[in-house]
């Protein structure tokens, strides 16, 4: 009876983690479940008991109870592999849809390392940030052809018109900066392109944490204080604003080198005075302490550049 009693509470301790496992698969998602998984099969393999069962036919006591525990331990390594495959897929479903129903807890030491400084913790490109809408307005002195070439390091998503990736854009701009473009005639306010998921390193300790409810007139003052005048602030607001403004709270960093040295680019001829402003935002559910930055006067003189797009982390 003693030992019935205690098969049952093995039976039982080796139900409650197998939940426990399964619970810690869905808050904590796949990454864990292989560990957890492997704990599980090296407590199966100590807690359950193995009779003697001369049914099997084996003469020899010692091969029976090998056969036994090789069955255990092939059981052991398919629900290892169930688990890890189902958090596994878990993880995918939520990326693919955004879905927060289910809370996804990040173990590592810090937050800050797998999503706002987008270090190795990712388990794959999908989860690096996209380039989006970057748009280059170009303002010569007067009329002229001008080739313009960006190498996302990724690729390109789309363009606006198409990017050809041996010649890059051929336009002839105009100091309206109209674009028309030569391969098909066609007339442009500005060049357009995102591009695919890539990994940055943004320094998130630096920028701004604003209300949603201020988004527009927060980057309405920091765009005009960075150097955009109002056509492109207005576009640049037309886009981003709808996307930040039902934000808790932004967390705003505006990138520079961390941006430009990664994606490069290339306008010939070149111009006197060329601003990249890449915006990167976080949405927060509280604020969080950040070194506000500041930023030089831009001065507009002869052929002039511009280009503004950002990221969402």
Known sequence: MKAIKLHNKKNFLLLFLFLFIVLFVIFLGYKLAIIFGIVLLALMTILTPIHHNKSLGFNDSSTRLNFLKLLRSFAGV???VFVFFAGYQLAIYQEAKGDNLLPHIVVNNAQTNCNSMLQDCCPGINCFPTIDKP???LYPSHAEIVNVKVFPPTGFSTSIPFYNQQNGWNVIAKPDGTLTNLSEG???PYLYWEGNPAKFN???????VVQGNQTKVFLTKE???IGLNNSEISSFLEYWVPRMQN???TLIHFASSDYTDLVKLSINPKPDSLLRVFMVEEPLNQPVKTIPQSFSTFHRYGFTAVEWGGTEL
Do not use: A, S, W
Request: net charge positive.
């Open 202 to 208: 943004f320094d998130m300790t630096k920028g701004f």
């Open 78 to 80: 398919v629900l290892v």
């Open 223 to 225: 765009l005009t204080q």
């Open 247 to 249: 934000n808790k709270y």
């Open 186 to 188: 066609t007339t442009y």
């Open 135 to 137: 748009v280059i307005y």
